[in-house]
């Protein structure tokens, strides 16, 4: 079984400061793990994913998220927030790089000019 | 790279009716794809896994003979709703994962369709 947890519904944040979505997941085994982006009436937008390595990832637009396994989370953050950042974003996992993803509730970042 | 259109958009139909929605990766084969189904401010469902040549795998709690979907091709899945109701309105997302990624398990999502049935 496969289970991701975002626990904040709405994260805001002003623009220019650092913002961070958090995440955590439970899997048997050792976690594939993505962040997506979706904004209105549009597919999700791949960020960036963890399989194996450090646990810091860079993703786009200057996003990246940290692994880490003790805490089973993999929060994304990102030094300097957007305007233009705000949007939905969803955490995903997987225990296998063949299933499908499951998907956390989605975190609705806004940033405040 | 790593394009997934899906089509149409948006579709409004009438109660009874069956709607088709096509899912094609353009630039990759892919051997696998999924449909998802989000509902308002809420997260993306999965509804099936659909591998192409053979029949899809259904969620529990998802009519397969509702949600018809099919495989054809390496880069073409459809899912229809067959005899559509209000209750089945909602954004419908496909997703297809290409053969190099098999591996690293990422999906490359279509722009979804919206559907809303009267």
């Known amino acids: 079984a496969q289970s991701v947890a975002q626990p904040e519904d709405q994260v805001n944040v002003a623009e220019g400061n650092p913002l961070t979505v958090k995440c955590t997941y439970s899997?048997?085994?050792?976690?594939?793990l993505f962040w997506y982006v979706q904004y209105p009436n549009r597919g999700l937008q791949f960020l960036l994913k963890?399989?194996?390595?450090?646990?810091l990832v860079k993703g786009s637009y200057g996003f990246e998220a940290e692994f880490n396994k003790s805490q089973t989370s993999f929060h994304l953050k990102k030094p300097s927030a957007l305007v233009s950042d705000s949007a939905l974003y969803f955490c995903?996992?997987?225990?296998?790089?063949?299933?499908?993803?499951?998907f956390g509730s989605g975190t609705r970042l806004q940033v405040q000019p | 790279g790593a394009v997934v259109s899906q089509h149409p958009s948006r579709v409004i139909c009438k109660s009874g009716t069956s709607v088709k929605i096509e899912c094609r990766s353009l630039?990759?084969?892919?051997?696998?794809m999924f449909w998802y189904r989000q509902f308002p401010k809420k997260s993306l469902m999965l509804m099936a896994t659909?591998?192409?040549?053979?029949?899809?795998?259904?969620e529990q709690g998802v009519e397969k003979d509702k949600f018809l979907i099919n495989h054809a091709s390496l880069t073409l899945s459809t899912l229809t709703v067959t005899s559509a109701h209000p209750e089945d309105s909602s954004f419908y997302i496909c997703?297809?994962?290409?053969?190099?990624?098999?591996?690293?398990?990422?999906?490359?999502f279509g722009e979804g369709s919206r559907l809303t049935v009267l």
């Open positions: 997703s297809a994962r290409a053969r190099t990624g098999l591996n690293t398990g990422e999906l490359f």
């Open positions: 899997v048997s085994g050792n976690p594939y």
């Open positions: 963890y399989i194996t390595g450090d646990n």
């Open positions: 995903a996992v997987s225990y296998t790089g063949r299933r499908a993803l499951t």
């Open positions: 630039d990759f084969q892919a051997t696998t």
């Open positions: 659909s591998n192409e040549g053979s029949k899809a795998t259904y």
